[in-house]
């Protein structure tokens, strides 16, 4: 079973709402992502976070806001979403610059959302 | 950036055959290669990784080879079972900003067959 923790599993939403989806590790890593998977389609990155800091946004529409409250925590903010925005979105984490050559991802079981 | 392109997109065995699924990425730079299996509603499970500095790693019926020159590396599962049926992404990148930048191949939907 996965590490990573994501709520809720299933959220439908207006384009007119506000809504959060959440995320939460106990593994001690220090970099958690958010990545966005379309159906039959790989996930695509969307925001990196560093020590609590985002580090990398992939141009990524403002109606999607990343927050780190603290180094276990990952949330990502949604506003006036478009139907297009409906995908799973899954949460990931890793060690954080350990070492010059890649650390293994651990990604949660998504958020499937549904925007209508 | 990164450009990885996975073949076949879709794969059927025999139980008990083995599978190979081949992927290929565009930058040197990249050092890090992991493998995810996804089952249909979760989300994506590493199986394996290997890093650039080796060029095969096993794991009881699963292996993975990487040749840095030609930009080629490739999983190997042998001994199928159903339960090894699922979508498998491979992925190619590594450290930017203190975070994995990780670039996806387009999936392998494997098929294990009674």
């Known amino acids: 079973d996965t590490e990573v923790t994501q709520t809720p599993k299933h959220l439908v939403m207006g384009m007119t709402n506000k809504k959060s989806l959440k995320c939460e590790q106990h593994m001690g890593h220090r970099a958690m992502y958010w990545y966005k998977q379309k159906a039959k389609k790989p996930p695509e990155l969307m925001f990196v976070?560093?020590?609590?800091?985002?580090?990398i946004n992939e141009s990524v529409p403002s109606r999607f806001s990343p927050e780190c409250p603290n180094s276990s925590l990952l949330n990502l903010h949604l506003h006036a979403l478009q139907p297009e925005d409906s995908a799973l979105y899954l949460c990931a984490s890793s060690q954080a610059g350990a070492s010059n050559r890649g650390n293994t991802i651990y990604f949660g079981e998504g958020s499937w959302l549904t925007v209508v | 950036g990164e450009n990885v392109e996975q073949h076949p997109s879709t794969l059927s065995v025999q139980e008990g055959d083995s599978a190979v699924i081949k992927c290929t990425y565009s930058d040197s730079a990249s050092n890090y290669f992991p493998w995810y299996k996804q089952e249909l509603g979760k989300g994506p499970q590493l199986i394996i990784d290997i890093r650039s500095n080796v060029g095969e790693k096993k794991d009881q019926r699963i292996a993975v080879t990487l040749n840095k020159t030609a930009k080629h590396f490739s999983l190997h599962i042998t001994e199928t079972q159903p339960e090894d049926s699922a979508v498998y992404f491979c992925a190619a990148g590594g450290i930017t900003g203190g975070g994995n930048k990780l670039t996806f191949g387009t999936g392998t939907q494997l098929k294990v067959e009674l």
């Open positions: 976070y560093s020590y609590e800091k985002l580090s």
